[in-house]
């Protein structure tokens, strides 16, 4: 059975994963919190947490609140800054089977641009993705991915600070999300991951005040499947390049809906913090359903469900 899928086959090096189950960033640390739990060198890829120039503390607790199926974040990109990613875990991660994606974000374009040409050229760094849909930042984020142009604009300028292969990941808050695919393609993004979180609230009625000590927040997990995976198979339909889907994925048979709809792989959060081995757990259920249906070839599943 072959489950081997080329996630940017127009790129010199190439992201060749082995299976199509990756985990999706700020679920899944750096990769070595979970290393005791399971043997994570089986995965597709593994996506850290999202890196900025300088360490950042987050926002105010509380940061996280359970909603009906789905998971309310306001992190904040809390993270160890791309100078400790690069000291501490990337020489860790260079005798990794398993190829690790580093997910950045910037405030400005040129923050991106610093970032990608500081991790070019680390062993153990096999891609970048570029987040310009984080909902849980004041300036950047999320309002780089809303509009096709400046979506582009982010892209351009990290292509040109790399020699690494680059996914550009998606917010679901634009008017039009193939427009902005078709935008970061065309400014040279290698593969196209969606979607991260939708902004959400919730409200503490005995306090009477928002929940979350930043108000709003990243709505993930099972509440958000349909919306993503139908924004999956628009932006399948409008790019070349291969697509990412992420987005309430909690079992394989949502993995394999995503892989239908026209994903090349996927990637699992939320999932994660209610099943640590969901990722693996995940990995073996597809594997099972392709023994079933008697499928040799991943690829044979990818759009699928397409007309
Ligand atoms: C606690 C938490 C932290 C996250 N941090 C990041 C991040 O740093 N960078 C990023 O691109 N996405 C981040 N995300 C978004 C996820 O990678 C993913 O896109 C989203 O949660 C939808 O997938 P899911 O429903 O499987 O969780 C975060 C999500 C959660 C729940």
């Known amino acids: 059975m072959n489950l081997s899928v080329q996630l940017a086959p127009k790129h010199q090096k190439g992201l060749l994963l082995a299976n199509p189950v990756m985990t999706a960033s700020g679920t899944f640390g750096y990769g070595t919190e979970y290393s005791h739990l399971f043997d994570i060198q089986r995965l597709g890829a593994i996506v850290c947490k999202g890196t900025t120039l300088k360490p950042k503390e987050g926002n105010p607790q509380p940061r996280l609140a359970e909603t009906a199926s789905g998971l309310l974040n306001s992190i904040g990109l809390q993270n160890i800054g791309v100078k400790a990613l690069i000291e501490e875990k990337a020489p860790l991660w260079a005798h990794w089977r398993v190829p690790v994606i580093v997910n950045i974000a910037g405030e400005t374009v040129d923050e991106y641009a610093q970032l990608a040409s500081q991790l070019d050229g680390v062993a153990g760094i096999s ?24 979506a582009a604009e982010v892209t351009t300028a990290v292509k040109a600070a790399t020699s690494l292969p680059v996914l550009v990941k998606l917010t679901p808050h634009t008017s039009n999300i193939a427009e902005v695919a078709i935008a970061v393609a065309e400014a040279g993004a290698d593969t196209i991951s969606l979607i991260n979180t939708l902004k959400g609230m919730t409200i503490d009625i005995a306090k009477r005040r928002p929940l979350l000590g930043s108000v709003s927040g990243g709505l993930s ?87």
Do not use: W
Request: proline content about 6%; charged content about 15%.
């Open 127 to 150: 891609a970048i993705e570029i987040n310009i849909s984080c909902p849980n930042i004041k300036a950047g984020g999320a309002a780089f991915g809303a509009h096709p142009r400046s």
């Open 221 to 307: 997990g099972p509440a958000i499947k349909p919306v993503a995976l139908y924004m999956v198979y628009e932006v399948a339909g409008a790019v070349e390049v291969p697509v990412v889907g992420c987005g309430g994925i909690i079992t394989a048979s949502d993995a394999i809906e995503f892989i239908m709809a026209g994903a090349s792989a996927i990637q699992v959060g939320t999932a994660s913090f209610t099943n640590p081995r969901a990722p693996l757990d995940i990995l073996e259920g597809i594997k099972q359903f392709m023994e079933k249906e008697e499928i040799d070839n991943l690829t044979d599943l990818i759009g699928a469900a397409r007309g």
